[in-house]
Each structure stands twice: as structure tokens, then as C-alpha cells.
């Protein structure tokens, strides 16, 4: 049965450089890739012990072990469970996109585009080239409002549209994840970062709480909350998902979504302490810090990712200042700023090693 599968699936895998293309396949109606070609193309090596139907799959110091039919991997000898089980046929071992594009992330340090009929796999890049913007929010879910009714939403986008205007300026391709007031559930955003081999994801909100004096600017990124005020903020931005139709399968996909960014976690810490730096600075804005929460919308980002909360729209004096043009401006070139020297300091170091 399994072999005539097989079969009927076209095969297809061409090479570019340092780059490979593998056609995604149907195996009983899920989405399935060979890792056959990937592994030659990276100079790795695959085998097989037969009596056990495990599978080796190394390069480097790199070892990852599967089993043909198990929804287990082992990743330098850490235990990890997928929703789909791997599965080996005549022309090479198959495993679904959701197992293949963390390991090949997080396991061999690389950059992936996950397309509707094929993966692309490259070599990791050393340059920062292309940064997804983020404009919290949007459509039926407007964010937090102000006394005076401003919406978090509207003030977002207006500051995500002005830093991927100066970051283009720069020479770095910007991908808006809306450039209009649309809603876009959580997942979709980090994908839209995925599918364009996106190098940073910068997700801009505003932040509210119970105190109307509280003002200040903190920039988060993804990892377990540790205090009562980071669990706070935390659940309220992931309460967007109340707006969204459709079940999460929050356990299962947590595990995907940490060893995805458990890869980027120094390098989100220090874009978040850039942009932190040049927001507070240009915006003549109060630091509050960097921090760390478990936020939705950057759990499914396969490079570093960080949360600007630029400041407290719960706060009168903060939500008059939102609608000066000026003062939402500098926001935005504080952000675009603090990418830019992240985007210098990066690719010097990446460059020197
Ligand atoms: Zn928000």
C-alpha cells in the first residue's frame, strides 16, 4: 500500500548553490517531505538499522534519531514529539513539514521556506536582509483603547508602516503582516515571517493596565514569564486568540513553537535591548526594560523575535502623546534605529567568526 504511494507521488528536488528545493508530497492525505535530498545536499549522512527501523541522521556534531512510524525524535539525544509519525518508503525517509522545519531550524541551523507544494532549504544567511514588521491587532480585535478611546490598533500600524518605510530606506526588505486594519490570527503572522525566509520578526503593540499613571516602554521576548507583571502582559496579548475561530492544540504545539525560538533566544534578548535603547531615547520615553513572556505570536518564528510595548496607552497623558504625528514617528524611528544597529552588530560578528 505504502509503496504504491510512493509511487504515484512525483519526486521532484533541483539544487541552486547553496540552496535545495524538495517537493512536498501526499502520503494518506498529510503533507510529507523526503529528507533524502536535503541530507546529500548539507553533506549529511543517513542510516538505517533495519531490524529496529530506526534511522541516523547526522552532520557535524549534529545527531538526530528517528524511528520509522513513531511521532518521536530524538535531537542530540533530547526527546521530542510531533503530531505525525515518520515514515520510510523505497526512495528515502518522509517526514511532515511540522517535524522536518524545527529540526532542520533548530537541529542544523538552517533557514527554511515552507511553501504550499515545496520546502526550500539554505544555508543560514549572513546577512539580515529581510525583517517582518508586525502591527498588532487589527480588525475585530482592536487591542487596548484609551479613555479617549484610541485604539491600539490604529496607532500600531501607523508606527509599523513609518519603520518599514526606514528600514527599506536602509536597503532591508520589510514585510508588512497587515498594512491596513485586517484582522490576522496570531499563527498566520509568524508563517507570513516563515514563508518569506524572514530574518527578524518585530511585532509592535501598545501596552494597558489598571493604573492610569503607569507609562513607559518594555520590549519582550519569547520565554517562560517570570514575574507577575511579564504573566500579565502576556495574557493579554495572547487573548486575541478569544477573536479567532478555531481550536489550539496549545500542548502540542508549544513544543514545536519553543524549539523553534529556543535557537534565537540570546539573539532575541539583544534585538530586544536595542530596540528597548533607541525607542526610549527617541521617544524621550521611560525604560522599563527588557523582558520575557511566553507570547502566541512569536512562538512559531524560526528566527529572532521580539515584542515592542512602546508604551501605555492606558495612560492619559501617554494616549494624547499617541496622536501627535511627531511623537508616534519617533517611535517608529526608534524601532527602525534599534533594528539597524541589532542588523550591524550581527552581521559583523556572524562575518568575523
Ligand atoms: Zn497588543
Not at 535591548?273 to 511566553?294: C, D, F, M, P, R
Request: proline share 3%; glycine share 8%; charged share 30%.
Amino acid at each position: 500500500m505504502l509503496k504504491i504511494l510512493f509511487f504515484l507521488c512525483l519526486y521532484t528536488a533541483s539544487y541552486k548553490g547553496n540552496n535545495v528545493k524538495v517537493a512536498i508530497k501526499e502520503l494518506d492525505g498529510f503533507r510529507y517531505i523526503n529528507i533524502e535530498p536535503i541530507s546529500k545536499l548539507l553533506g549529511g549522512k543517513i542510516n538505517y538499522l533495519e531490524k529496529s527501523g530506526r534511522i541516523f541522521w547526522q552532520k557535524g556534531d549534529v545527531s538526530i534519531v528517528l524511528i520509522d512510524g513513531s511521532p518521536w525524535v530524538l535531537l542530540n539525544a533530547k526527546p521530542y514529539n510531533f503530531p505525525l509519525p515518520v515514515r520510510k518508503g523505497d526512495d528515502g525517509v518522509f517526514l511532515s513539514p511540522s517535524m522536518l522545519v524545527p529540526l532542520l531550524s533548530s537541529g542544523f541551523n538552517l533557514t527554511v521556506e515552507l511553501g504550499d507544494d515545496s520546502l526550500v532549504v539554505f544555508e543560514r544567511k549572513l546577512k539580515i536582509d529581510k525583517v517582518v514588521i508586525d502591527a498588532g491587532h487589527g480588525g475585530r480585535d482592536p487591542g487596548a483603547i484609551g479613555l479617549k478611546k484610541t485604539k491600539e490598533k490604529d496607532v500600531v500600524l501607523k508606527i509599523a508602516r513609518i519603520v518599514a518605510n526606514e528600514l527599506e530606506k536602509a536597503g532591508v526588505n520589510c514585510i508588512l503582516t497587515r498594512d491596513k486594519d485586517k484582522f490576522i490570527p496570531l499563527e498566520k503572522r509568524t508563517e507570513i515571517a516563515n514563508q518569506n525566509g524572514a530574518n527578524l520578526f518585530v511585532s509592535i503593540h501598545l501596552n494597558a493596565c489598571r493604573s492610569r499613571k503607569t507609562h513607559g516602554c518594555e520590549v519582550y521576548f519569547l520565554s517562560r514569564a517570570r514575574t507577575g507583571w511579564e504573566r500579565a502582559v502576556e495574557a493579554r496579548e495572547n487573548s486575541v486568540i478569544k477573536f479567532e475561530e478555531r481550536e489550539l492544540g496549545v500542548d502540542l504545539e508549544s513544543i514545536l513553537w519553543d524549539l523553534a525560538q529556543a535557537e534565537y533566544l540570546s539573539e532575541s534578548k539583544e534585538l530586544a535591548a536595542y530596540i528597548l535603547k533607541s525607542v526610549t531615547k527617541k521617544g524621550n520615553i521611560k525604560s522599563l526594560g527588557v523582558k520575557q513572556a511566553n507570547f502566541f505570536v512569536l512562538r512559531g518564528a524560526y528566527m529572532p523575535a521580539v515584542l515592542v510595548e512602546a508604551d501605555f496607552i492606558s495612560n492619559p497623558k501617554c494616549e494624547k502623546r499617541f496622536k501627535d504625528k511627531g511623537f508616534v514617528r519617533n517611535i517608529a524611528l526608534g524601532i527602525a534605529e534599534g533594528i539597524e544597529k541589532f542588523r550591524a552588530e550581527y552581521e559583523k560578528q556572524m562575518n568575523y567568526e
